[in-house]
């Protein structure tokens, strides 16, 4: 996909965003910090979500996520001369998600303020990632994901509510197959806090 598509993306996810927000009582903002499954590869992550109709245990989330040093891990595994040239990237993305969220039930203040969560998405690339070779020899750029590629991302966190706007959470996301990067997968710390006005239950 061309960037001069790129537009077209954002506005439709921000009118996604505006026809969820405007149903919303409260929106929950949260920041993320992973490890990626590679050795110098990290990233961050910023989103926002809410739930559905009102039911706490059903919530949809748009995030954005950037991780640095990602290697193309299939080629990696299979030719010693690749992994030794050290060809990192840059992947940006835009996640969509739908969550179930599974609140303990129990008498003990502790217990009952954790949360499990299990998300399933799509994610769209925004970045360009590709190989631009010699120009001696003739050869088309390689490209190793284009903009607007879709894939799957799926994530499990478990949450630890401090107050009735803030937690914490710790969890593990899941790219089963990133364009050609083949699988990436990360461990993450993060925080939550919400905003507006809170829904009694």
Same mark, same amino acid.
């Given at each position: 996909m061309s960037s001069n598509k790129l537009p077209y993306i954002a506005q439709v996810l921000c009118v996604f965003i505006v026809m @969820? +927000? #405007?149903k919303s009582h409260a @929106?929950?903002?949260s920041?993320?910090?992973h490890k990626v499954d590679q050795d110098k590869s990290y990233g961050y992550s910023l989103s926002i979500g809410d739930e559905?109709? =009102?039911q706490k245990a059903f919530n949809w989330q748009v995030s954005y996520n950037r991780l640095e040093n990602v290697a193309i891990s299939d080629l990696d595994e299979i030719s010693k001369e690749w992994d030794k040239a050290g060809f990192d990237f840059t992947i940006q993305t835009v996640d969509l998600s739908l969550g179930y969220r599974y609140y303990p039930q129990s008498y003990d203040k502790f217990i009952s303020s954790l949360m499990l969560e299990f998300q399933l998405g799509a994610s769209i690339n925004l970045s360009e990632n590709k190989l631009i070779p010699n120009p001696d020899l003739n050869v088309d750029d390689i490209y190793f994901a284009e903009q607007g590629d *879709? =894939?799957?991302v799926m994530s499990i966190s478990l949450q630890k509510s401090f107050t009735k706007n803030s +937690?914490?959470?710790i969890g593990f996301k899941h790219y089963p197959s990133y364009s050609d990067f083949g699988s *990436? #997968?990360?461990v993450f710390i993060g925080f939550n806090y919400r905003f507006g006005r809170q829904v009694g239950y």
């Open positions: @969820l +927000a #405007s @929106l929950e903002s920041v993320q910090l559905f109709f =009102n *879709i =894939n799957p +937690a914490m959470h *990436i #997968s990360t």
